[in-house]
């Protein structure tokens, strides 16, 4: 009998199953897919000699939280490096280009020549002053005591105004910061995407927030990612349990969580095995939790199924996958050396590609997040070749119409023929920037919404980041609007995931802080005091 059976392997499961591995427990982890990592899915067959990430590629958010912190000396006994630049973004839009470095002077001097430099310095100053309190505010576990700690921090170093301020500040959309602040169009189409990496739009409350947070951790950490891809992460995360007595088995479903009363028992699998546990943990969505596993458990607070039926999930993303024979040539070459150039024609592009695609409707001109993970990591394409990782974000779930009007929806399912249009349009759209795109394109691999739920159930509808993550469905909001935070209402039972908080990306967020509360639990009851965080809170 496994100490924890842990439902999915994603970045979540890993990191809570390899702490929790680390302090003693047997942990089980079940995976579903033939391959361990969740969203991150290291391939080196679509495209002979070359290494790809066919969804998840960079690392920032693993390597500037908490759970790399804790776990980095295991990590790198098992092989894992991380490799870095000093060129974490730039831009490519209408108006011209721009490069975000983690040199300060070079970043100073791109601002200046934008006219920007006193607005990019005055806001990093003034935002740097209080990171460590924007970082604490992701990172919170806010239904534990260490919450009402970091409240009051911020309550003693802002002042009563000071916090209500912030709460302005904190619900502020991208576009209306970046309209008032900066003056230059390269400046606002250089930090506008990177609310679209977080589930957002520069309209949506909390955007300027989230970009700030980004645009402060790339100008500082850069992007790291795993020397040889993220299977070595995952390799390293699953050894640690392994090593530590656990197992991990794939191609096996969780089909049903096994409760009696209030507290979980166990965990049924597809072939109706039932794995026996005091605690699992679940990293699946909202309804797939209440709706699926759970069913009508009886024991099931009514109020979080109620709430998990209203659990809406997010825009959905496209991967395209481009080997090539030569190295991207870009009109302005400094760009071949960023790690991430979105391209896009400005701020107003991604207002609008974000309200068509809430609309039903494909973009017009969506933006293109083009990533380049040669400029990390040189040893994914053979010698002399190129590789682009391209992403987009402004896709609807389901295709009623197209900005454009060149594209037949069809029947709203993202079939092989609107997927391929549309990745065309995109691809289209590098074509003034990258002047050997068409001569140096080897092959190509277009992962649409109906592919990325394919490699991973929890991708519902293509959704990259487990659910919309605007503000109504976010921090103490996510998972469920009812305010369960990771509890379920059933002890033992813990939900984990880009669907709970903190959110999305590959900071393993939830997983560290539910596994953090279980040692903490365990530790106070080897030590004979009560445990003070019940799993059924909420
Ligand atoms: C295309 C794409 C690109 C991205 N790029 C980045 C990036 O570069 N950087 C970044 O920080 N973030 C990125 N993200 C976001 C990030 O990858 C995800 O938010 C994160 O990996 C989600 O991790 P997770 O722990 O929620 O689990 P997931 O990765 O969603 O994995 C969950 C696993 O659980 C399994 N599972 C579900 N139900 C069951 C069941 N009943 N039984 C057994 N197994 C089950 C699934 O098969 C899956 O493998 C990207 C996401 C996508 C989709």
């Known amino acids: 009998m496994p100490d924890a059976v842990v439902i999915g ?3 979540n499961g890993l990191v809570a199953g390899a702490m929790l591995a680390l302090d003693g427990w047997q942990i089980t982890v079940v995976e579903a897919s033939d391959r361990l990592g969740g969203a ?55 108006d011209g280009t721009a490069l975000l470095s983690t040199d300060p002077d070079a970043t100073n001097a791109a601002f200046e020549s934008l006219g920007d430099l006193s607005s990019w310095s005055s806001c990093m100053a003034e935002f740097g002053s209080k990171i460590d309190l924007a970082f604490g505010l992701l990172g919170t576990d806010f239904w534990r005591r260490s919450a009402a700690k970091f409240g009051w921090t911020a309550a003693r170093r802002l002042g009563r105004r000071g916090v209500v301020a912030s709460g302005a500040e ?19 189409a250089l930090l506008a995407p990177w609310a679209l990496h977080n589930g957002l739009g520069p309209d949506d409350a909390s955007s300027a927030f989230i970009t700030k947070v980004i645009a402060a951790a790339l100008s500082q950490g850069g992007m790291p990612v795993p020397e040889g891809g993220g299977i070595r992460l995952v390799d390293a995360l699953v050894g640690i349990i392994t090593n530590n007595g656990g197992t991990a088995v794939t191609g096996t479903a969780v089909t049903a969580i096994e409760v009696d009363g209030k507290r979980v028992t166990g965990a049924r699998l597809a072939d109706d095995t039932v794995l026996s546990a005091n605690t699992v943990l679940a990293s699946v969505g909202p309804r797939a939790l209440y709706e699926g596993l759970l069913g009508q458990a009886p024991g099931v607070p009514a109020e979080h199924v109620t709430a998990a039926s209203k659990f809406t999930y997010g825009r ?19 760009l071949g050396e960023a790690a991430i150039v979105h391209v896009l024609d400005g701020l107003d592009s991604v207002s609008a590609s974000v309200n068509a695609a809430w609309r039903g409707h494909l973009p017009a001109r969506p933006t293109v997040a083009v990533g380049q993970p040669l400029t990390v990591d040189p040893s994914r394409a053979p010698d002399g070749g190129g590789l682009l990782w391209l992403q987009l974000q402004e896709l609807p779930r389901e295709v009623r119409g197209d900005d454009a009007g060149s594209i037949d929806p069809g029947d709203g399912s993202w079939g092989p023929a609107t997927r391929d249009a549309f990745a065309e349009r995109a691809i289209d759209q590098l ?24 490699l991973n159930v929890n991708l519902v509808g293509g959704d990259p980041y487990g659910g ?18 990771h509890a379920t209402g059933i002890d033992g039972l813990w939900h984990i995931g880009a669907s709970t908080h903190p959110g999305p990306g590959l900071g393993g967020g939830s997983g560290y802080l ?10 106070r009851r080897r030590f004979g005091r009560r445990p003070t965080g019940r799993s059924s809170h909420g």
């Open 514 to 523: 539910v596994a953090s509360r279980l040692r903490d639990q365990r530790r």
């Open 170 to 188: 904190l619900l502020e959309p991208a576009s209306t910061w970046l309209r008032r602040d900066f003056e230059s169009p390269v400046s606002r």
């Open 40 to 94: 991150i899915r290291t391939d080196t067959e679509v495209f002979d000699g070359y290494t790809v990430e066919l969804m998840s590629s960079w690392h920032p958010l693993f390597v500037g939280g908490p759970a790399f912190a804790e776990l980095e000396a295991e990590l790198s006994r098992r092989g894992v490096t991380y490799l870095n630049t000093d060129k974490p973004t730039a831009v490519a839009c209408a």
């Open 431 to 454: 074509r003034p920037h990258i002047t050997n795109l068409d001569a140096a394109i080897i092959d190509r691999l277009v992962l649409g919404p109906a592919e990325l739920q394919d």
């Open 9 to 11: 392997s994603g970045i």
């Open 468 to 485: 919309d993550c605007r503000a109504h469905q976010f921090a103490a909001w996510r998972p469920l609007s009812s305010a369960t935070g």
């Open 316 to 334: 959905a993303a496209m991967q395209i996958h481009l080997a090539l024979s030569d190295p991207p040539a870009w009109t302005d070459a400094a």
